[in-house]
């Protein structure tokens, strides 16, 4: 997945960067909190996509946040998982489940 070019509302995100904005002094996300995407703005003259994120408004970022700000969020529950399974029963055959 290139990001933020497969953004999509939706999305679970983290974000890596809350330095304050130049343009207001102040940012309303918070380093490493988890965010879902309410919208994206088309790009800016710096080629910056704008993420509006669920819960956070601020009047001096109607577009949203520069998408640099943001990186998606990887879930590794499934694969943590599965390793934790062989590595505690290594000869155990590992099944696919279905759907019934």
Request: aromatic share 8%; net charge positive; glycine share 6%.
């Amino acid at each position: 997945m290139a990001w933020p070019q497969d953004a999509y509302v939706g999305q679970e995100i983290v974000c890596v960067d809350a330095r304050p904005c130049p343009c207001c002094n102040t940012c309303e996300v918070k380093q490493d909190h988890n965010y879902k995407i309410k919208a994206i703005s088309p790009p800016d003259i710096r080629g910056y996509i704008g993420i509006i994120v669920h819960g956070v408004h601020c009047m001096y970022h109607e577009w949203g946040f520069a998408h640099v700000r943001f990186r998606p969020l990887q879930s590794t529950s499934t694969g943590f998982a599965i390793l934790r399974s062989i590595l505690t029963n290594p000869k155990k055959e590992i099944v696919k489940e279905t759907a019934e």
